[in-house]
């Protein structure tokens, strides 16, 4: 008797979207789950080499909350590709700056496999807003309350 596993072909693959309301809510926490949802690994019938994952829509990016001293504490560092061109930066200084949605998409970029075309693809269905109000209303999302679904999500003061 001899068994196989079954594998999605990218044509059986339906996509749904979620929608998820960041404010207040762990950094890390958020983005390991929405990290999980694109890349599909919440399906049954994942699929490793096939994008099986979900359109993620979050709001309220720019109310995100670190745990501990890491908002002033963490370091962001980039190159400029020049020498001596190293800079550095704080989550406290990207928040209030004028993209503040780039903490969020660098960490769930970060938890992505490293550098591939499926991960490039999979994070151009991750669609991040600085406020309340998002444009994929007619998609009719699916609200995922992250905020209470575990007490660890959210950032006790």
Request: hydrophobic share 30%; net charge positive; with cysteine.
């Amino acid at each position: 008797m001899k068994t196989t596993t079954a594998s999605l072909k990218p044509a059986e693959v339906e996509k749904k979207w979620i929608h998820i309301d960041a404010e207040g809510v762990v950094v890390g926490r958020l983005a390991t789950f929405i990290a999980n949802r694109l890349r599909g690994k919440h399906r049954p019938d994942y699929t490793p080499h096939v994008d099986c994952g979900d359109y993620v829509v979050v709001t309220n990016v720019d109310k995100v909350v670190f745990t501990g001293k890491k908002s002033t504490d963490k370091v962001y560092y980039r190159h400029t590709g020049h020498p001596g061109g190293i800079k550095s930066t704080t989550p406290e200084k990207v928040l209030g700056g004028r993209f503040p949605e780039r903490v969020l998409e660098k960490a769930v970029e970060r938890m992505l496999p490293k550098e591939s075309p499926l991960a490039r693809k999979q994070m151009t269905h991750l669609r991040l807003f600085a406020g309340a109000e998002h444009t994929h209303q007619a998609q009719s999302p699916e609200t995922i309350d992250f905020k209470s679904a575990s007490p660890k999500n959210t950032r006790s003061q």
